[in-house]
Every structure is written in structure tokens, then in C-alpha cells.
């Protein structure tokens, strides 16, 4: 299915980008976010991410922990860029229910019919349609076949507990292993795409 293209002509996708340890945890046994490894290579690459998207879909604590962060004045200093491009795109935020923190350009959805508001987004955003941590609700939309790329940045650093990546996945589903991108800071960008996607017929 073609799904268009983005603005610099490459064909748009939805992508989820996500971080763990290198044992695969998300978060550290008490939610903990302290433990990664963040340098101007990084941010440098992560800019050029922010480029190539339309729009954000977001999960409940995700979207209320980045409400908090990119609406600050501490953000707009350190990383202007990022900040600007986060506070413009349109966010779409998954609640199951109830209010969220306001924050400029949101649509609230319950996710009752996630690809409907997939399929909304692709056609209404001019670059990829990117889902940024969340981990919970990139794996329910893998198992629903609505992610065309994974990206994980995988830490080097042992939690030995914590919360799993892929925390509440009930499905086994096969990836195709794409590029691999090394840090010097020792962080390593891990790129998958869902092994009977359109790329495979």
C-alpha cells in the first residue's frame, strides 16, 4: 500500500523509537529514566530524526512526562531546536480515559480503533507519523500490524530488573534486522521492520 511520501521524497512510515538497557528493560525497577547515556552525537542524530516527522502519537505517560519537560524554560535552552519542533508538531495522546496535562497541538483519543487514528494520521501529516517511547502502545500496535519500523537505542547498561521493552506483548512477531548505527558514547541504534510488511511481497 502506498502510504505517500514525506517532504525530502522518502516513502512515509509510522516508527516507533524507544531505549532500553541492554537487558532489556525500559525503565529501572522504580520507573526509573536516570540511567541513559545522552551526548551532542546523540542529540545531533535525534534532530535530524525530528526532520523527517509529521506528527506524534503518544501514550498517556509518555505524553504527560514530555508535556512537563518541552514545555520548560530549562528545554528551550538546552535544545531550542527540539523544542520548538515538540511543542509545533500535532500530538495525538492514547488515554484509555480521562484528562491530560493541555499542551499545544494535542488531539485526546481513547484508542478504541487505533488504525483509524493510524490510518488519520498518515493521511493528514506531510512526514512520518512517530511514536516516541511509549512502550506499551508501540506494542499494541505491533501486534496489530500499524508499525512499519522499529528503532530501539539499546544502553550500555545492565538494570537487571525494571520494566521489559516489550512488557505485555501476547504474540510472537518475526522483524527483519535493518541498519545498525554505533555511538561513541557506546549506544547502539537497532532498526527492525516487521518481517510480511508490504516490503516482503
Known amino acids: 500500500m502506498d502510504h505517500g511520501s514525506t517532504p525530502h521524497g522518502r516513502q512515509q512510515q509510522v516508527f516507533a523509537f524507544l531505549f532500553c538497557s541492554l537487558d532489556g528493560y525500559h525503565e529501572g525497577p522504580g520507573g526509573e529514566l536516570d540511567w541513559g547515556l545522552y551526548d ?78 493510524v490510518a488519520r494520521l498518515r493521511a493528514e501529516s506531510a512526514g512520518d507519523v512517530a511514536v516516541f517511547g511509549s512502550s506499551g502502545l508501540t506494542v499494541t500496535l505491533l501486534e496489530r500490524g500499524l508499525v512499519d519500523e522499529l528503532r530501539i537505542l539499546v544502553h550500555p547498561v545492565l538494570l537487571g530488573r525494571g520494566r521489559s521493552l516489550y512488557a505485555g506483548l501476547k504474540d510472537r512477531i518475526a522483524l527483519r534486522a535493518g541498519a545498525v548505527t554505533v555511538f561513541r558514547s557506546g549506544n547502539v541504534l537497532l532498526r527492525y521492520r516487521p518481517a510480511g510488511g508490504a516490503e516482503d511481497h
Open 40 to 117: 551532542e552525537e546523540f542529540f545531533d542524530w535525534n534532530l535530524r530524526q525530528t526532520r523527517e516527522v509529521g506528527a506524534l502519537l503518544l501514550g498517556r505517560r509518555t505524553y504527560e512526562h514530555f508535556a512537563e519537560v518541552w514545555t520548560s524554560a530549562e528545554a528551550a535552552e538546552r535544545m531550542p531546536e527540539v523544542t520548538a519542533f515538540m511543542n509545533a508538531v500535532p500530538k495525538t495522546v492514547v488515554t484509555g480515559g480521562g484528562p491530560v496535562a493541555p499542551w499545544e497541538g494535542t488531539r485526546i483519543t481513547d484508542g478504541g480503533d487505533l488504525g483509524a487514528e
